[in-house]
């Protein structure tokens, strides 16, 4: 069984930075992605930022040039560098970790940004 940890999450100011990290720990064998999806009250699930396990990058169209997914693989842990925050961003952020047998979620965590 996998169990994510996240943390980082907070109230910042239109403007600011936030950093994300999840780490991953359990019974981990071949991870192939690991993710960071948000969810903003009373809409669905999106996903923002993905890595693979060739270090392959991919993000949301909205977050572009703003965010930053990194991964420490001895760690097993993912990073998103949050840049240029928005009040748009407001969400509850999620990590998810693909590998052999395994698709598993953290719990979430909650971010903010003011106007």
């Known amino acids: 069984q996998v169990q994510l940890v996240e943390s980082g999450g907070g109230l910042v100011q239109a403007g600011g930075s936030l950093k994300l990290s999840c780490a991953a720990s359990?019974?981990?064998?071949?991870?192939?992605?690991m993710a960071w999806y948000r969810q903003a009250p009373g809409k669905q699930r999106e996903l923002v930022a993905t890595?693979?396990?060739?270090?392959?990058?991919t993000y949301a169209d909205a977050v572009k040039g703003r965010f930053t997914i990194t991964r420490d693989t001895m760690k097993n842990t993912v990073y998103l560098q949050m840049n240029s925050l928005r009040p748009e961003d407001t969400a509850v952020y999620y990590c998810?970790?693909?590998?052999?047998?395994?698709?598993?979620w953290g719990q979430g965590t909650q971010v903010t940004v003011s106007s």
């Open positions: 359990g019974s981990i064998f071949s991870i192939n992605r």
């Open positions: 998810n970790v693909r590998a052999y047998g395994t698709n598993a």
């Open positions: 890595i693979n396990s060739a270090g392959s990058t």
